[in-house]
């Protein structure tokens, strides 16, 4: 008699505005995961917030010009998963019209696959903690400080990490109106920085929401844009120089964080500047692996984005983006605690690049996973697979 498989169940979807790039990155992983040692349970969350059991066919999932794909395009008719309790703890049901309940069971470990807010931000992370389930990826803290980018920055800063400058407008403050001063502070602090300048959300991703702005009369409106996505925005001065990822993976078996080979964001000339369609519609937007910098620029990038990921206290996996400059400083911009896994993400290409092929990196991720306790998170050393052969967690999911 074989082997039990490890169960995994894939989230992906939600509610955030990166629900598309989120059900990419389930196609890419559902086409790589080993379903020789690994039982799938695809589970999506549609955009009001539904749960339900979707189809796993990678095909469906791809993200191209003419494809956006969606938790509600590959939901399985009439499905809707919902929490049973019970002497014996809480687990999932399928309820279908006309069906018999059908119970899901138990899983070993979630993969949430859910980029921005509502999944990346610490959201699910706690949802799973409650449930003493085991997940991939960063834990509440690190994905709620990685997710907000003033206080993600702050903590690089507190670390003596070096980073761009840049000028928060806070909800409270912007809508003191056009004619206070605390408006008017804010856009003297912005103008200081220098034109162009990035207009973002401040917790968002996949540049979403993002405006390039060139000159001051275009700053309001700008800002007025991040704020439909987030009432807390981030202008953050341009850079002068080239746009470098590096990707990362907790150590093993307690050790310290790993690094990738760095790359080069290379952006669709037609494009201003890296944006969504950049990232994901653009078919020459791609990446330079490695990153054409100097061999003492690659070993900076790789150490400051080990200490980045150690900044925020992340585990499992993340990719750090720098800016490397014409004058040869290397800057820390961001870490992204659930970094895109679609065909046209870096995170994959590196460590593809770095001699990690995909199905390998997926396993890896799996089964860091698996060697950490369920509940409030504490990495564990050398515990191995004995954690996946015991009993498994129950998932009660809403």
């Not at 074989?2 to 598309?20: C, D, L, M, N, P």
Request: charged share 20%.
């Amino acid at each position: 008699m074989g082997q039990e498989k490890i169960r995994v169940a894939v989230v992906f979807g939600g509610r955030s505005t990166e629900h598309a790039v989120s059900c990419a990155s389930a196609g890419l992983i559902l086409s790589a995961i080993d379903h020789d040692r690994y039982e799938v349970l695809p589970i999506g969350i549609a955009t009001d917030g539904r749960w339900v059991l979707v189809s796993g066919d990678p095909a469906r999932l791809a993200l191209s010009p003419g494809s956006v794909p969606s938790v509600e395009s590959v939901a399985v008719p009439g499905s809707e998963i919902t929490p049973v309790g019970g002497s014996a703890g809480s687990g999932l049901r399928v309820t279908s019209p006309d069906s018999v309940p059908r119970d899901l069971g138990a899983v070993d470990v979630v993969l949430p696959l859910l980029h921005g807010a509502y999944g990346e931000d610490g959201t699910i992370q706690g949802l799973l903690e409650m449930t003493g389930t085991r997940y991939a990826g960063a834990g509440v803290f690190a994905s709620a400080a990685g997710m907000d980018k003033e206080y993600m920055k702050l903590l690089m800063s507190a670390r003596g990490l070096p980073a761009g400058p840049y000028v928060v407008v806070r909800d409270r403050e912007w809508r003191s109106g056009s004619g206070s001063g605390e408006r008017k502070r804010i856009l003297d602090e912005i103008a200081e920085l220098g034109w162009p300048v990035f207009v973002k959300p401040a917790r968002g991703g996949s540049s979403i929401g993002i405006t390039r702005v060139s000159a001051f009369e275009e700053l309001e409106e700008a800002i007025e844009a991040a704020r439909v996505h987030d009432p807390k925005v981030l202008v953050e001065a341009a850079v002068d120089g080239i746009e470098v990822e590096c990707a990362v993976l907790e150590g093993l078996d307690g050790g310290p964080p790993e690094a990738s080979v760095p790359g080069q964001v290379v952006v669709d000339p037609g494009s201003e500047f890296y944006d969504f369609e950049a990232k994901y519609l653009a078919s020459a937007t791609t990446m330079r692996i490695p990153a054409p910098v100097p061999d003492s620029a690659v070993a900076e990038i790789r150490r400051l984005a080990c200490a980045a990921f150690d900044a925020i206290s992340c585990e499992g996996l993340a990719r750090v983006d720098f800016f490397y400059t014409t004058t040869g400083q290397v800057l820390v911009n961001e870490i992204n605690t659930m970094p895109g896994m679609t065909p046209a993400s870096g995170f994959p290409m590196m460590w593809a690049a770095s001699g990690l092929p995909l199905p390998q990196l997926v396993d890896r991720i799996i089964q860091t996973a698996l060697r950490k306790r369920p509940g409030l998170r504490l990495a564990t050393r050398g515990a191995g697979l004995a954690v996946a052969a015991g009993p498994r967690a129950v998932l009660g999911l809403p």
